[in-house]
């Protein structure tokens, strides 16, 4: 099988490390701990405010709504290292509907939880390969659909990134298998269904 041994959909393949697509692993956009370090926002408010632009210490470009000196509401944050994330804000973390660019053409798209990946969302890759479906803390997890460069797809159920359960693979030549996988291989019981192929004679 040609995909048995590409872990495509595991966060080490076209995800960053942290389990989700962006840097800084989890917590704050900034790890100093709030947007540019501590005290470089000194807005307090009840209410958010409306859109403003914010240089960090650390080369991060904030433009949205602030509260009590963080991130909250809607906004866009670029990375030093080029990442940008443009959405919903709750407390200086992502959270909400968001999507994320990256240098290399890769995005994401969907929603996020206390700054992971978590719920329904597509993720395309720099390679032309894209998953879309659910994501559970950071992981492809749950129901939902790869689509290769190549045109072969998968369908089904996944699991830390990979397929496992049941689903459906179709190749590019339009055969297919349905049944049970572990690990990205076909594992279990399963039926093969072979496209009819077009004979000679006349």
Known sequence: MSRQQQSYASPSAGMRQG?????GGVGQADPSGGFGGPGAIRRSTATPQPPQEHSGGQGYVYSGQIEKGQMHGKGTLTYPTGEKYDGDWQWGKRHGYGRMLF?????????????????????????????????????????????????????????????QGRGTYTYVNGDRYEGEWKDDRRHGQGTVVYVARGGGGG
């Not at 996020?112 to 990946?117: A, G, I, N, P, S």
């Open 19 to 23: 389990g989700y697509p962006g840097p």
């Open 103 to 163: 240098p290399d053409g890769a995005r994401y798209a969907g929603n996020w939880v206390e700054d992971r990946v978590h719920g329904n969302g597509e993720h395309i890759y720099a390679n032309g390969n894209r998953y879309a479906g659910d994501w559970v803390d950071g992981k492809i997890t749950g129901v939902g659909v790869l689509t290769f460069a190549d045109g072969e797809t998968y369908e089904g159920e996944l699991k830390d990134g990979r397929m």
